[in-house]
């Protein structure tokens, strides 16, 4: 018994169960890079506050990709590639990757996000928001110059 591979032309039925899952998935993931992308940029601009958050969201990053990566919920993608499980198909048609392909993806995410705990982690102990005052003599000790924010605030030199 072969099977056509599903496309747009002969995808008639709307399977209420799995489109009333599929589709949060799909928005929870694009929620998720656009946070991402957020905490980047504030990140970039020394808001260091985001830090434990981004680590926060990479350690849930790691359990997620760890369950479907291994197969500690039952079936990971690389049993995907087996007898029993349709080829996963391209949205707009074409070949898409393989269950193979889609493993090792899952799995190579797991120590990116390690690496970025790591890197939040230490970002965050620098403690970037913290400033120390000091008199001006003392500045241009350090090597510090001045650029011109004394005489902007009319502060004697």
């Known amino acids: 018994m072969s099977e056509?591979?599903?496309?747009?032309?002969?995808?008639a039925k709307f399977v209420l169960g799995f489109h009333m899952v599929a589709i949060p998935i799909l928005m929870i993931n694009f929620i998720w890079c656009a946070i991402y992308v957020v905490m980047a940029i504030y990140v970039l601009r020394w808001a260091r506050g985001l830090l434990p958050i981004a680590a926060?969201?990479?350690?849930?990053?790691?359990?997620?990709?760890?369950i479907?990566?291994?197969?500690?919920?039952?079936?990971?993608?690389?049993?995907?590639?087996?007898?029993?499980?349709?080829?996963?198909g391209s949205l707009f048609g074409g070949t898409s990757?393989?269950?193979?392909?889609?493993?090792?993806?899952?799995?190579?995410?797991?120590?990116?996000?390690?690496?970025?705990?790591?890197?939040?982690?230490m970002g965050f102990a620098q403690g970037w928001n913290i400033e120390l005052e000091v008199p001006d003599e003392e500045a241009r000790r350090r090597g510090y110059s001045d650029r011109g924010w004394s005489t902007?605030?009319?502060v004697s030199r």
Not at 4 to 11: A, L, S
């Open 152 to 154: 902007r605030l009319n």
């Open 68 to 88: 479907a990566g291994f197969g500690v919920g039952g079936t990971s993608w690389f049993d995907r590639g087996h007898y029993g499980y349709g080829h996963a």
């Open 97 to 121: 990757l393989s269950a193979d392909a889609i493993g090792t993806l899952t799995l190579v995410l797991i120590p990116v996000e390690a690496l970025l705990v790591i890197v939040a982690i």
């Open 4 to 11: 056509k591979p599903q496309n747009f032309e002969n995808h």
């Open 56 to 66: 926060a969201l990479a350690v849930l990053l790691i359990a997620i990709a760890a």
